[in-house]
């Protein structure tokens, strides 16, 4: 092969190396089929339909969630965990909103009573429910470390991990001391139900905003239009 040969091949091959090489890049720039980015509108409508799907607070959720009865003795006598005294702390709470309702009954009509008391009550059915959902977790941590610890063990001549069974104890005593809150957060709950229906006459029922409708959003958008030409 003469000189001018061998120097024009590497070339070459250097060049379809190249080309071969850019190629590649553009297709990997290019969404694959099948995976296409959705458009602007369309993940707008997602996360319009994931706000409108916000979890609402009822009692019957807290009731679900939180720890009845038996379970909260369960907790206290097999962790040494103080009692809760769920009669108590349900008529306590209901006598104080009471009490508090009658100090501002001259001052305010039976509509202004109503939306005053359905908010406090709804703080106190919030709290519980998220007291109940946090034991929740705390539970499922504490069962995943002690299923990890059992199968860490499961040979006699193998010890387990330092430090892990301690880990293990502490989780479900935690869980425990976070059940006996969330017991406690439900009588409260139920105590201020119990004084919304005593005061106004009905049975409590989470607020729920009114979705804006066509028309309401129509004006708002004219609303804003028209505020433009007076900058």
Same mark, same amino acid.
């Given at each position: ?122 703080? #106190?059915?919030?709290? /519980?429910?998220? $007291?109940?959902? =946090? ?5 499922? *941590? +504490?069962?995943? @470390? ?17 430090? #892990?069974?301690?880990? /293990?104890?502490? $989780?479900?005593? =935690? ?5 006996? *809150? +969330?017991?406690? @957060? ?35 958008? +004219? ?9």
């Amino acid at each position: 092969m003469s000189q001018a040969a061998q120097n024009i091949a590497p070339s070459t091959a250097a060049g379809k190396a190249d080309t071969a090489i850019g190629a590649a890049m553009t297709a990997a720039r290019q969404p694959a089929k099948g995976n296409k980015p959705a458009p602007a509108k369309t993940q707008g409508r997602t996360q319009s339909r994931r706000t409108d799907q916000r979890q609402t607070y009822t009692l019957e959720l807290a009731v679900a969630i939180c720890p009845h009865e038996a379970l909260a003795a369960n907790l206290s006598r097999t962790f040494g965990l103080e009692p809760v005294d769920f009669h108590a702390i349900r008529e306590a709470t209901e006598e104080h909103m009471v009490r508090s309702a009658n100090a501002l009954v001259d001052n305010l009509n039976e509509r202004a009573m109503a939306m005053h008391l359905q908010r406090i009550v709804g703080s #106190f059915v919030a709290s /519980a429910c998220g $007291a109940g959902q =946090f034991y929740g977790q705390k539970v499922s *941590q +504490a069962k995943d @470390l002690t299923t990890r610890l059992a199968n860490d063990n499961r040979d006699e001549d193998r010890d387990g991990p330092s430090g #892990f069974e301690d880990r /293990a104890a502490r $989780a479900r005593s =935690f869980a425990a001391e976070m059940g006996l *809150q +969330a017991y406690a @957060l439900l009588a409260a709950a139920q105590g201020a139900v119990d004084a919304y229906a005593q005061m106004i006459g009905e049975d409590w029922k989470p607020y729920e905003a009114p979705r804006p409708t066509s028309e309401n959003v129509s004006r708002q958008s +004219a609303a804003t239009e028209m505020a433009a030409f007076a900058a």
